[in-house]
């Protein structure tokens, strides 16, 4: 049954569907939406590839914080300062 997966004349149907479906008029616009998609995704890909490659050779930078994990916040004081959560210190949760 799916010996060899999928075969042309099941891409056909596919075509035929999705042309039925969405009509001919309205698939240029789709492909190019679809084609400018995939233009910013590998842009911001290469970007993020860009600056880790960066990171990597500059090191930490000057007055940056130590690395570990950050504290849990999630209570604000009355005058709106975060404060930790009381089980994130590490002692034994009551």
């Known amino acids: 049954m799916l010996r060899n997966g999928l075969e042309p004349w099941h ?11 969405f009509g001919s008029k309205k698939l240029p616009d789709a492909a190019r939406g679809l084609g400018k998609s995939m233009r910013i995704l590998k842009s911001e890909a290469e970007a993020m ?3 880790g490659a960066e990171r990597h050779t500059a090191g930490p ?9 950050a ?3 999630g209570r604000t ?17 009551r």
């Open 61 to 69: 930078a000057e007055g940056a914080a130590p690395a570990g994990p």
């Open 49 to 51: 590839k860009k600056d």
């Open 71 to 73: 504290p849990h916040i």
């Open 11 to 21: 891409l056909l149907i596919l075509a035929i569907v999705i042309i039925v479906l």
């Open 77 to 93: 004081a009355p005058d709106g300062t975060p404060q930790a959560h009381p089980h994130a210190g590490g002692g034994p949760a």
